[in-house]
Structures are given as structure tokens and as C-alpha cells.
T-cell receptor, first 120, second 109 residues
Framework: GAVVSQHPSRVICKSGTSVKIECRSL??????MFWYRQFPKQSLMLMAT?????????EQGVEKDKFLINHASLTLSTLTVTSAHPEDSSFYIC????????????????FGAGSRLTVL | GQQVMQIPQYQHVQEGEDFTTYCNSS?????IQWYKQRPGGHPVFLIQ?????EVKKQKRLTFQFGEAKKNSSLHITATQTTDVGTYFC?????????FGTGTSLTVIP
């Protein structure tokens, strides 16, 4: 089945530094990848839609300059949290939808394992 | 994006009891998908419903799509500790996915 690899799984950084999170589709091509943020015991908040070869589409309220997204190839999207602050501490999850969907044709999301960011 | 509400937000059940989570939308849904996220894990796709009134089963899990396609439910019969996690419904429209607020299930042994 479709596999999405995300790393690092955990990262601790100092306030003011930048952190890059990678999301790779291992056995399929993904023209679109999605980045979510999840606070403890809360739902998935869509941050942005990453489009291969073009600019990402950000959701309302998400700072583009704060959360830089690059989707340079059909299998890799990166999220860089720039000048991180403690309030950026969260669980970040990427996901992608394989072309053609599942065997039943459903267009479904495959998620990475997530990256837990702690900013000191 | 549009918001899909889920109730309850949290549910604690004794092992062996049944559990149901409901997903409600103010607009007609194209389809409904269900995902499960184990504690500390990531969401995993369970099933998709497309047709009005559709019912699908996966072992002890029963998924239903409302006649008006504005609501859906997930029912678990005789819960087990392995059912612990957060259940999300979601709608897929084109290339967008809109997730519900989720229901966190705790099963007490």
C-alpha cells in the first residue's frame, strides 16, 4: 500500500532557530501533499496544500513566511518552521493522496507518522 | 474550509460496551471518509461512503451515511481496548479533504 515517510519524528530546538520537516511518498507520486498541525487532544488543522512545482496554498490565518513549504519533486515536500517560538510547539503531520486512489478508486489520504516539535 | 462537527468530543466506555460517534454537516456531503488515530500515532484510513443511506461493516465497526448525505455515524459493537483512539470523519471534495473535529474514545478494561 501507499507509504508516506516523515522525519524527523521528534525535534527539540531553541527559540529563534529554524526547523525543517521532510515528507516523502515512498512508492507513489504525489502532485499534492497536505500539511496539518495538531494540538493535544484536538483535531487536525489543515495548514497548507503543497503543490509540486508551484507555490503552496495556505489556509487562512497561517503565516506563509513563518511556515515555508517547498514541493520540489513528485515525492518530496518540506515544511520549514522559521524562527521558531514556543507557541510553534506542536505535532505536524503531512499526508498525500496517491493518484488513482485505492483499489476501489477512493481518493484517500495516507499520513506520515508525524513530527513532534518542541521549541524551548 | 467547511466545518464538519463530530459528537461527542470524548467518550469513555467500559470494555464490551458499544460506542457511536456522529458526524454532522450543514451542507450536503459528496462522500464521507472515516479515519482512526491511535494515541501517539497518525490517522489511518478506515472506509469511504458515497451513496445516500449507505451502510458498510468492518467486523465490529458499522459505518452509515445519512439519507440526506449530511450526516454519518460510526458504531463499534462490544468495544475492545484496541479500539482506543480518536475517530475522524472527513469529506473529500476534488483535491481537498475536510476533517471533522474528532471523537476521542477511551476503553476502560
Amino acid at each position: 500500500g501507499a507509504v508516506v515517510s516523515q522525519h524527523p519524528s521528534r525535534v527539540i530546538c531553541k527559540s529563534g532557530t529554524s526547523v525543517k520537516i521532510e515528507c516523502r511518498s515512498l512508492d507513489f507520486q504525489a502532485t499534492t501533499m497536505f500539511w496539518y498541525r495538531q494540538f493535544p487532544k484536538q483535531s487536525l488543522m489543515l495548514m497548507a496544500t503543497s503543490n509540486e512545482g508551484s507555490k503552496a496554498t495556505y489556509e487562512q490565518g497561517v503565516e506563509k513566511d513563518k511556515f515555508l513549504i517547498n514541493h520540489a519533486s513528485l515525492t518530496l515536500s518540506t515544511l520549514t518552521v522559521t524562527s521558531a517560538h514556543p507557541e510553534d510547539s506542536s505535532f505536524y503531520i503531512c499526508s498525500a493522496s496517491p493518484r488513482g486512489g485505492t483499489s476501489s478508486g477512493a481518493n484517500v489520504l495516507t499520513f506520515g507518522a508525524g513530527s513532534r516539535l518542541t521549541v524551548l | 474550509g467547511q466545518q464538519v462537527m463530530q459528537i461527542p468530543q470524548y467518550q469513555h466506555v467500559q470494555e464490551g460496551e458499544d460506542f457511536t460517534t456522529y458526524c454532522n454537516s450543514s451542507t450536503t456531503l459528496s462522500n464521507i471518509q472515516w479515519y482512526k488515530q491511535r494515541p501517539g500515532g497518525h490517522p489511518v484510513f478506515l472506509i469511504q461512503l458515497v451513496k445516500s443511506g449507505e451502510v458498510k461493516k468492518q467486523k465490529r465497526l458499522t459505518f452509515q451515511f445519512g439519507e440526506a448525505k449530511k450526516n454519518s455515524s460510526l458504531h463499534i459493537t462490544a468495544t475492545q481496548t484496541t479500539d482506543v483512539g480518536t475517530y475522524f470523519c472527513a469529506e473529500n471534495t476534488g483535491n481537498q479533504f475536510y476533517f471533522g473535529t474528532g471523537t476521542s474514545l477511551t476503553v476502560i478494561p
